[in-house]
């Protein structure tokens, strides 16, 4: 059993820090005694819980973002304008699909490379909800 803490206290030290901050803030209420069984818990079934979180995700799509590559240029001039001088981000997603990967590459100005990451993080926010419903119909 002491084994089996010792393994459940050194995958905890692997967990980010601020994810175990907010476990902890969460279970500020329960005794000390109680937060130590849930985290062992956690720990236990870690990869369950992987596993599932990517069930959720792929329910959403199959596909998934394998690596990422990017790039600064400037635009000094176009066929339109004599002198344009902005700044350009050339993105390459690489994205699996199952057993094939796509490259998508994208140009983005300042203003759409904004929007895109308010698209992201407004994406990461509702899959986050997402899953604690599903964790709350779960209980």
């Known amino acids: ?5 010792e393994e459940g206290l050194q995958s905890l030290k692997k967990l980010d820090v601020k ?5 902890y803030q969460r279970l500020g209420s329960l005794p000390q005694e109680y937060q130590s069984v ?15 979180l990517v069930t959720d995700t792929n329910l959403i799509s199959k596909s998934t973002l394998k690596d ?12 339109k304008l004599s002198s344009i001088q902005e700044p350009l981000l050339n993105l390459d997603l690489d994205v699996q699909n199952e057993a094939t990967t796509e490259i998508h590459s994208l140009e983005l100005t300042r203003e759409d490379l904004k929007n895109l990451i308010s698209s992201l993080e407004g994406a990461n926010r509702v899959s986050k909800c997402v899953i604690v419903q599903r964790i709350n119909v779960a209980q």
């Open 1 to 5: 059993m002491a084994n089996y803490k």
């Open 38 to 52: 849930f985290m062992e818990v956690i720990n236990a079934r870690r990869s369950d819980i992987h596993q599932q």
């Open 19 to 23: 994810a175990v901050t907010k476990i």
């Open 68 to 79: 990422f590559d990017w790039q600064i240029k400037l635009a000094m001039a176009s066929d």
